[in-house]
Each structure stands twice: as structure tokens, then as C-alpha cells.
């Protein structure tokens, strides 16, 4: 009998379809099922810029208002609870801590495991970690991911042996001085010839490569 999983991940719904058939795949013993972000529903969108998409302490909060629902909605159905976020140059061990605390306040959960995890410092750099089975072999970057992997390596100081140690913590923003994704998109335009090319998109792109990568390269 499948481990049936909860997942709370932050982020929005490009991170989430390309993260789930991830796990699927590298976890095949376990039922994956998405409590957050919350699916929206058909009709007008929320104005609001980031209403949808959740991270750190906006994540922590988004949790604490809908697992309580969810484990009452469907008691003894859940066996582990995982929560994910971009780690966004955050330190890990307070990050998770801090998560964990604020489970640990819910008292129906806690006869059930839990898991925190991180991609360092976003998901992209799973993506920059196996490019040879997302990049490179993407049609929308063929003949000239190799510049791309050099442009990111040169003008962004990418480590593709360690992308999660890219650009560091802001105090301020209580996230990365440089987005990685977003160096991801400028690598996909960074001359005349790529103007008439598609650029990278975390909404299409993200998500169709995540199914594409080795767990274990990564």
C-alpha cells in the first residue's frame, strides 16, 4: 500500500507541476498529494502580486491555516507531511527549525512524520545541476545552450558543479541578492540572434525540465 504523502511547497503552480511527477518518479512507493499552494479556483484571480505562490514565513503561515483543515477533512489519511520551499539562501537548519516549530503547535499532527526539505537557493539550479538532460536536449535551446552554459558560468560566476552556492543571503530582503532563475531567463536572451528565440520561462520551462532531470545527477 502507497505512502500517501501531503505536500505543502512554496512557490507557485509551475514549481508544483514540475515537482510532484519528480517525486513520483524518484519515490515510486509513495501517493504525492498537493495541499499548497491551494489550486485556484475557475474565475477572477486575486489581484494582490504574490497572493498565490508562497515562501518562507508567507509559506509557514499559509501551512498553519490549511493542514489543520485538511487533517480534519481527512483524518488518519496522511502518513508523512513534507514540506518544500526554495531554500533562497536562507540557512537551512533555521529555516527547517523554524518550520518544524510552528508544526509542532498543531497538536492533530503529531503522530505524523514529517519532512522539511530545500532546493539551494531555488529550484532552477536542479535544473542547472543535470543541464545535459534539460537544456541541452530542449528544443527551445538547441544550438545555443552552450553559450547560454557559458554566458551563466562567465557573467554570473554559476558554479554547474554547485549551483546552490550562488549569490548570497539579503538580510534586508530575507532572500538571494541574485535570483538565480532570473539569470537562467537573461542567459536565454543575451544577444540579437536569441531575440527572436524563445526566452527560458519558470511558468513552461521550469517544470517541463524538472521532469526530464536524474535525481541522482542531481
Known amino acids: 500500500m502507497a505512502v500517501v504523502v501531503w505536500v505543502f511547497s512554496g512557490g507557485g503552480e509551475s514549481e508544483v507541476k514540475g515537482l510532484l511527477p519528480f ?10 498529494e498537493r495541499k499548497t499552494p491551494v489550486r ?4 477572477p484571480k486575486p489581484n494582490k502580486a504574490g497572493s498565490y505562490g508562497k515562501t518562507g514565513k508567507s509559506l509557514i503561515d499559509q501551512i498553519k491555516q490549511e493542514l489543520p483543515l485538511a487533517l480534519k477533512a481527512e483524518p488518519n489519511k496522511c502518513d508523512l507531511i513534507l514540506v518544500f520551499d526554495d531554500l533562497d539562501c536562507r ?9 518544524l516549530v510552528e508544526l509542532s503547535k498543531i497538536p492533530e499532527s503529531a503522530d505524523i512524520e514529517k519532512f522539511v526539505g530545500f532546493a539551494a537557493p531555488e529550484i532552477e539550479a536542479w535544473i542547472i545541476a543535470d543541464w545535459n ?25 554559476v558554479s554547474f558543479d554547485s549551483p546552490e552556492s550562488f549569490s548570497e543571503y539579503d538580510s534586508e530582503r530575507d ?6 532563475s532570473e539569470a537562467l ?3 536565454s536572451v543575451q544577444d540579437e540572434v536569441d531575440r527572436n528565440n524563445r526566452r527560458f520561462s519558470k511558468g ?15
Open 91 to 99: 540557512d537551512s537548519q533555521i529555516q527547517k527549525s523554524k518550520i
Open 204 to 218: 513552461s520551462h521550469t517544470p517541463l525540465l524538472l521532469r526530464e532531470i536524474d535525481p541522482n545527477e542531481v
Open 23 to 32: 517525486l513520483e518518479k524518484t519515490f515510486p512507493g509513495c501517493r504525492f
Open 133 to 157: 538532460n534539460s537544456i541541452a536536449k530542449n528544443s527551445d535551446f538547441r544550438g545555443r545552450h552552450e553559450r547560454m552554459r557559458w554566458w551563466l558560468s562567465k557573467e554570473k560566476k
Open 175 to 180: 532572500c538571494c541578492r541574485e535570483k538565480l
Open 40 to 43: 485556484q479556483k475557475p474565475g
Open 185 to 187: 531567463i537573461e542567459s
